[in-house]
C-alpha cells in the first residue's frame, strides 16, 4: 500500500501563489489514481482536483481555472498549483490515492490519505 506525505503549505496574501506536494512510497505508483482535497474545521472533505493513470483531470467547480493538479511518476509525487488564492481557498489540505479506474469526487473513493498540510490565504 503506498504512503502519502504532503509539504508546501503555508500562509500567503489573496492572489498569490502556493505548490503543494505529496510525495509516495511503498507501492507502484502508477497504477494509483491521486486527489487532492480540503477541508475546513467543522466542515466535509472537498474534492479539489484529481488525476488518473492516464493524466486525465478532473477539478472542482471553485478551483477551476485556478488550480493544476499533475503527477511526476518517476519522482512519485503528485503536485498542486494553486494560483489566485481566495481566503475561501484557507483549508487542510489532503492528497489521497485509489486503486480504482476513474477519478472519484468523493472521499469514499480514496483508500489511502497523508496527514495534510495547512492553507491560509489572507485577506
Known amino acids: 500500500q503506498v504512503q502519502l506525505v504532503e509539504s508546501g503549505g503555508g500562509l500567503v496574501q489573496a492572489g498569490g501563489s502556493l505548490r503543494l506536494s505529496c510525495a509516495a512510497s511503498?507501492?507502484?505508483?502508477?497504477?494509483?489514481?491521486l486527489a487532492w482535497f480540503r477541508q475546513v474545521p467543522g466542515g466535509e472533505r472537498e474534492f479539489v482536483a484529481g488525476?488518473?493513470?492516464?493524466?486525465?483531470?478532473r477539478y472542482g467547480d471553485s478551483v477551476k481555472g485556478r488550480f493544476t493538479i499533475s503527477r511526476d511518476n518517476a519522482e512519485r509525487t503528485v503536485n498542486l498549483q494553486m494560483n489566485s488564492l481566495k481566503p475561501g481557498d484557507t483549508a487542510v489540505y489532503s492528497c489521497?490515492?485509489?486503486?480504482?479506474?476513474?477519478?472519484?469526487?468523493?472521499?469514499?473513493?480514496?483508500?489511502?490519505w497523508g496527514q495534510g498540510t495547512q492553507v491560509t490565504v489572507s485577506s
Open positions: 511503498g507501492s507502484t505508483f502508477t497504477t494509483y489514481v
Open positions: 488525476i488518473s493513470r492516464a493524466d486525465n483531470t
Open positions: 489521497a490515492a485509489s486503486r480504482r479506474v476513474v477519478v472519484s469526487t468523493s472521499p469514499g473513493g480514496y483508500d489511502t
